[in-house]
C-alpha cells in the first residue's frame, strides 16, 4: 500500500472492472445497444452495430451519440440496454473482503445507469462497500472521458483529485483522470485498441492489473492498518 498511501478517495468503473469482461455481461449490453438502434431507425444488425460503434467513439457512449443525432428518450435506452441477464456472475471474495481494507471513500463512477449499477452491487454482495454511485444521469448524461463529468464528480463529493485513485478497464477514461491530478489503474482485460499485455503503457497509466481482485490481493494487507 505504499504507493498508495496518500489516496483517500477511491473511485471504480462499473463494467470489466468490478465484474470481469470474462462474465460476458457487457457483451451483453452491447447486443442490447445494437438491437435499440435496429429497432430505433430500421437498419439491419451489421448497419446498426457500426451506428453502435461510430457513436461510442465520436461521443464516449451510445447513448449520447443517440441523443445528439436522434433526440432519444436516455431513460428509455438505458432500460433497454441494461436488460440482461447478471444471474450466472460470480460473487469474488476477494473483492468482497478486500475492498474493506481500502482506507477512505468508495465510489462507484460508471457509465451505465444507476438501477444497474445498484442491481449489479447488489448481486456481486459488495454493495455495501460504497458512499455512493456517479452514474451516467449523475453526469447529466455526458460520459467518461469527458473532463466536464470529472469536474462534476469531484465538486459533488469535494475530494481532492490528487489524493484519489480511479480504475477503469478503458484508458482514454484514465488519461482525464490523470491530468485532473489522480492516481491511475488500469484494468487490461484485453480489449481490442487498448493496448498489448507487457507493452511500455502510456504515462497516464500509473498502475497496472488483469482483474482487480488480483490487484487487491497483492496490494491490500490481510489486516490493513487503520488510519488515525
Known sequence: MDRF???DTWLFDLDNTLYDASTGVFDQIIE???LYVCNLLGVSREEANALRRGYWEKYGTTLYGLM????IDPQDFLSFSHDVDISAVPQCETIKEKLG?????????TNSSRAFAERMTRHLGIDGHFESTFSIESADFVPKPNPETYRAII???SFDPKRAA???????NLKTAAEQGMTTVWIDCGEP???ASGGALPSHIH??????????RETVPEHPVKRK
Request: glycine residues 10%; positive net charge.
Open 101 to 109: 481494507g481500502l482506507p477512505g471513500r468508495k465510489i462507484i463512477f
Open 5 to 7: 498511501r496518500h489516496i
Open 207 to 216: 498502475h497496472k492489473t488483469e482483474k482487480l481482485a488480483d490487484w487487491l
Open 68 to 71: 445528439q443525432e436522434h433526440r
Open 193 to 195: 485498441g487498448e493496448g
Open 166 to 172: 480511479m480504475f477503469d478497464d478503458m484508458q482514454v
Open 155 to 157: 465538486e459533488k463529493f
Open 32 to 34: 442490447r445497444m445494437t
